[in-house]
């Protein structure tokens, strides 16, 4: 099972500062790799997939980088609409999920 | 607009059974792979459950192999989780999700493009 290892765990940032998220593959997942948001209360929403295509309505300040088994995601200003947990997920042999990263208002 | 419902969470027993359902609107039902995640209490997401777009073929985790069957109704546009011989840590929110695609090509998958509201599943005695 390729494990999925997201860093920070929290990450405190104020409105319009930039936020990078980190995620590692225990191994080679290629470009099988996707963003998901989730807000309490709601279910995730697929922001990014393909390591770096935003899925449909994600607004562009949202953007994924990376290959094999490192990859980023970039929040380029947050909004206060932005402030929940993130996950990666590695779809490149079968599915795991990473174990999340909350972006917290400072 | 895609929608996805789940239905049939609730209450029940260690050993209990219970089935889930997922009905699909705003999209060709039969032409996309469906998956169930769950979500423990203030824990991550574990997909446990996938079936490709005709049925043929379908994923289980570890965790639920042998106690969960997946299946689909295409004509209904509904997909199904029986849950069998339940303990107490199977107690999460299930969601149902949308592949992005029809199914695996060997163990390459697919991103889940939408997600229904989730529904609670408990077992307690």
Not at chain 1, 42 to 64: E, K, M, N, V
Not at chain 2, 61 to 89: C, H
């Amino acid at each position: 099972e390729i494990v999925l290892t997201q860093s920070p765990g929290t990450l405190s940032l104020s409105p319009g500062e930039r936020a990078t998220l980190s995620c590692r593959a225990s191994q080679s997942v290629s470009s099988s790799l996707a963003w998901y948001q989730q807000k309490p209360g709601q279910a995730p929403r697929l922001l990014i997939y393909g390591a770096s295509s935003r899925a449909t309505g994600i607004p562009d300040r949202f953007s994924g980088s990376g290959s094999g088994t490192d990859f980023t995601l970039t929040i380029s200003r947050l909004e206060p609409e932005d402030f929940a947990v993130y996950y990666c997920q590695q779809y490149g042999s079968l599915w795991t999920f990473g174990q999340g990263t909350k972006v917290e208002i400072k | 607009e895609v929608q996805l419902l789940e239905s049939g969470g609730g209450l029940v027993q260690p050993g209990g059974s219970l089935r889930l359902s997922c009905a699909a609107s705003g999209f060709t039902f039969s032409n996309y792979a469906m998956t169930w995640v769950r979500q423990a209490p203030g824990r991550g997401l574990e997909c446990v459950s996938a079936i490709s777009d005709s049925g043929g073929s379908a994923y289980y985790a570890d965790s639920v192999k042998g106690r969960f069957t997946i299946s689909r109704d295409n004509s209904k546009n509904t997909l199904y989780l029986q849950m069998n011989s339940l303990r107490a840590e199977d107690t999460a929110l299930y969601y149902c999700a949308k592949g992005a695609r029809r199914s695996c090509s060997g163990a390459s998958c697919y991103a889940f493009d939408y997600w229904g509201q989730e529904t609670l599943v408990t077992v307690s005695s």
